[in-house]
């Protein structure tokens, strides 16, 4: 008994087509996962760049906060002092004060509340020494 014979071709053709598709799908998979990762990276490179501005701006707010000039600013507005010498004089006005933010006011988009507190429209004021008090 003779076992028939299958034709060879219709085999061959299906093993490529399964293969070409098998390439093909492999293909697409890749150049999207290479497109995917190519927006990550564009995406992390903005974020890393905003954060080293930030990075600049808290630097710049430190080193204003240790500053003669901030302490002196504190001093003289808050505190109400006085160097020796001096007279304080307290002008006051019919016009309503601009209104101080409050600690429950909204933070600014994206929630960094330094901004708020320390950073104005301009640039961060240049600090200057002190002279030194005299001995009392």
């Known amino acids: ?57 808290l630097t710049a707010v430190r080193d204003y906060l240790k500053s003669d000039e901030y302490v ?19 002008v006051s006005s019919s016009a309503p004060a601009a209104a101080e933010p409050t600690p429950d006011a909204e933070p600014t988009a994206g929630g960094a509340w330094w901004k708020d507190l320390y950073i104005a429209d301009g640039p961060l004021p240049t600090p200057t020494p002190l002279a030194p008090l005299p001995p009392s």
Do not use: K, S, W
Not at 8 to 35: E, K, M
């Open 1 to 57: 008994m003779r076992h028939p014979r299958l034709p060879l071709t219709p085999l061959v053709v299906c093993a490529a087509i399964l293969a070409a598709g098998y390439l093909g799908f492999n293909a697409i998979h890749y150049v999207t996962h290479n497109y995917r990762v190519h927006q990550d990276e564009a995406r992390l490179r903005a974020e890393i760049a905003a954060l080293e501005r930030d990075q600049e701006q």
């Open 72 to 90: 002196e600013d504190i001093a003289r507005r808050v505190l109400g002092l006085v160097r020796p010498g001096e007279t304080l004089v307290i």
